[in-house]
DNA sequence: AGTAGATATATGTAACTTGCATATTACAGG
DNA sequence: CCTGTAATATGCAAGTTACATATATCTACT
């Protein structure tokens, strides 16, 4: 080897290189209202608040690769819908140096959600208030188990406001209200979600017929079992073919 | 200066990272059709290709501020709507070198269009054709004012499809319409524009109806000049207030 | 001056969608 | 076998949308 030719990597405007992050915000639905998954810092900035999971990207590795990678170093799975929400890129966001973070939203059953926590018993599932019901924009109130309001780390509030936001906004074009769902589950169940998104009530033969009609849902013909009253009938997600 | 000082900035992780760029769809519409600035690569790789203009993120800037400063460098002016689209990491999307773009929609007037083609010659106004007229995904046709087909440089054909794709989801429930007319427009206009960013056409008193009942349009009592018909109205955008 | 042509603007109606009230069905438990 | 509760189904009013049609207003031409 040359002596000189590591100077051909040499690149001095590496250091001028902002490094890139992916945060997760990892969303599920808990007692009928929407919850997320913190990490506590134990370093400084921050030190103590609670924070998006998040990690940075290798050189080597796609930001969706790199978001699932995350996903699974910090949840101990790899099961979840992710999807890319929004990049943030102000200077100051980190005191410590200039961080792009690259921010997904990573939508979690009710039991991918209590799996993660078994998992890794550090994370914190915290409920998400979200004040507006209607607007276009807005904060998040992010509230611990104990009931204690919590401030979140860096801009993380920004990034959890932005994902309920976009939620919302996809909740009736999309089909992201069935990754929150176990593969069978009842009309019911499939309204809850859509409330809790929501933050309102919806009417329910309203919300029965539109689903319906929507051609997504399958009657399997079986039902719920141990429902102290009627039984409701389970169904199905299928991606509708022509769409 | 101590002679170790430079050590404490020297961090060897810097060469594992990617830089990011900012890639701008310049969007506008012409005879009724969406229209794309393009400039045309001289180097390696696909060289004599056209392109999405774009700019490296410097360490200093926000993304957003990047993405008008390159908006300014590359069209010679400030005026226009600036939103983030998506971020591109695939790590194979340059051949030189990973890089990391963040996507931005600018969307342009037929003034501010026909300025910066006047201020950079270089630039090439293409048309955009997109084949599909309400499903959710897919590619465009990119149309040289000569009528020659053209083939995009890296991903930038895709980062252009999910540009018109974002634009139609947002076109009736966004005020992203007005971005693309002069102050001062007509019924029609904008009708037109939502025709073209469609590509369907709309029934015009319910477009009239739906539009005059947002609230976001003022008639200002002025007509348009040199038809040679009945002049229609001319009306302003104004932001909803309680919104 | 008056009329034809073209487009803006306005209105009426049928079809469709949505919200809400009400009725019926099906289960568990006493 | 009755009661309570929720699932499911149905009916109707109110609102929204698509479409056809009518009226208004301008230019251009004779």
Same mark, same amino acid.
């Given at each position: 080897?040359?002596?000189?030719?590591?100077?051909?990597?040499?690149?001095?405007?590496?250091?001028?290189?902002?490094?890139?992050?992916?945060?997760?915000?990892?969303?599920?639905?808990?007692?009928?209202?929407?919850?997320?998954?913190?990490?506590?810092?134990?370093?400084?900035?921050?030190?103590?608040?609670?924070?998006?999971?998040?990690?940075?990207?290798?050189?080597?590795?796609?930001?969706?690769?790199?978001?699932?990678?995350?996903?699974?170093?910090?949840?101990?799975?790899?099961?979840?819908?992710?999807?890319?929400?929004?990049?943030?890129? *102000?200077?100051? $966001?980190?005191?410590?140096?200039?961080?792009? =973070?690259?921010?997904?939203? +990573? #939508? &979690?059953? @009710?039991?991918?959600?209590?799996?993660?926590?078994?998992?890794?018993?550090?994370?914190?599932?915290?409920?998400?208030?979200?004040?507006?019901?209607?607007?276009?924009?807005?904060?998040?109130?992010?509230?611990?188990?104990?009931?204690?309001?919590?401030?979140?780390?860096?801009?993380?509030?920004?990034?959890?406001?932005? *994902?309920?936001? $976009?939620?919302?906004?996809?909740?009736?074009? =999309?089909?992201?209200?069935? +990754? #929150? &769902?176990? @593969?069978?589950?009842?009309?019911?169940?499939?309204?809850?979600?859509?409330?809790?998104?929501?933050?309102?009530?919806?009417?329910?033969?309203?919300?029965?017929?539109?689903?319906?009609?929507?051609?997504?849902?399958?009657?399997?013909?079986?039902?719920?079992?141990?429902?102290?009253?009627?039984?409701?009938?389970?169904?199905?997600?299928?991606?509708?073919?022509?769409?």
């Amino acid at each position: 080897m040359n002596e000189t030719d590591f100077l051909k990597d040499y690149d001095p405007s590496a250091f001028q290189r902002p490094p890139v992050a992916v945060d997760l915000v990892l969303l599920g639905i808990r007692d009928n209202r929407p919850a997320v998954l913190l990490v506590k810092r134990d370093q400084h900035p921050h030190a103590g608040r609670w924070a998006l999971p998040g990690g940075f990207v290798g050189i080597d590795e796609s930001l969706d690769v790199a978001a699932a990678r995350v996903l699974r170093e910090k949840t101990g799975m790899a099961e979840a819908h992710l999807e890319q929400l929004y990049t943030f890129g *102000a200077v100051d $966001r980190d005191p410590r140096m200039r961080i792009i =973070s690259v921010a997904y939203l +990573a #939508l &979690l059953t @009710e039991r991918a959600f209590d799996a993660a926590l078994a998992a890794m018993p550090a994370l914190l599932p915290a409920a998400v208030h979200v004040p507006w019901a209607g607007e276009t924009g807005g904060s998040v109130d992010v509230v611990a188990p104990e009931g204690e309001k919590l401030t979140l780390a860096f801009d993380h509030a920004a990034i959890l406001a932005m *994902a309920m936001l $976009r939620l919302r906004g996809k909740l009736d074009y =999309s089909d992201v209200a069935f +990754a #929150l &769902l176990p @593969e069978l589950f009842t009309l019911r169940q499939l309204q809850d979600v859509h409330e809790a998104i929501l933050g309102t009530s919806l009417n329910k033969p309203a919300f029965r017929r539109r689903q319906l009609d929507r051609g997504w849902l399958v009657a399997t013909g079986a039902y719920e079992s141990g429902a102290a009253f009627r039984p409701a009938e389970l169904y199905r997600f299928q991606p509708s073919t022509a769409d």
